[in-house]
């Protein structure tokens, strides 16, 4: 199913977001809920994850080498199992009052709104190989935990679906170790 993977990436980019009150760091995100078209495919997604789980166990130290490298060139870390993503804040980040919506920063979040330790934001963003993503955005930060919440609408070669995601991101530490940070949004 082609749309899984571009529902791995809307959902683990559209939470990583550097609200004033976050620390600088290594974080954790757990995937929660996530419907497709209608369809919960949280469990679909967690026996997806679980697989990666076994294959990566089966890998090489080198291959395990290779593909922690390749994660950390996006800006995440190697899964720890259970669907669990790590991921690097700068300072920088931090400091910034907008959502991180992607790595490259062509995807830049509009009508931003902060209401305490609440934010709600707008994107529409194509990437480079022509998916069109459009949607809203909500993130709470609730002293080491950030939950985030999102409605989306993906275009990709001409199909269009329904995304709906939850997630949770929790601090681990101030030492990001091997995990390389995520590219922050280019400035115009």
Request: glycine share 12%; proline share 7%.
């Amino acid at each position: 199913m082609r749309i899984l993977p571009i529902v791995l990436l809307a959902t683990v980019a559209g939470p990583a977001c550097a609200d004033p009150g976050i620390k600088p760091g290594l974080w954790e995100m757990h995937m929660g809920k996530n419907v497709v078209d209608g369809h919960d495919t949280s469990a679909q997604m967690a026996d997806m994850s679980a697989k990666m789980n076994e294959q990566m166990a089966r890998l090489t130290p080198e291959q395990r080498a290779q593909m922690g490298a390749m994660m950390g060139q996006r800006g995440m870390g190697m899964p720890t199992g259970s669907g669990v993503i790590q991921m690097c804040i700068t300072p920088e980040m931090a400091k910034r009052d907008l959502p991180v919506p992607d790595k490259d920063g062509t995807c830049q979040p509009a009508n931003v709104h902060r209401s305490g330790n609440r934010m709600t934001y707008e994107f529409n963003c194509v990437s480079g190989t022509g998916t069109k993503t459009t949607g809203t955005g909500e993130s709470t930060v609730k002293g080491d935990s950030v939950a985030s919440r999102s409605d989306m609408t993906v275009v990709d070669h001409g199909q269009t679906h329904r995304i709906q995601s939850e997630s949770e991101m929790r601090f681990v530490k101030g030492d990001c170790g091997d995990v390389k940070p995520i590219v922050p949004p280019k400035r115009d």
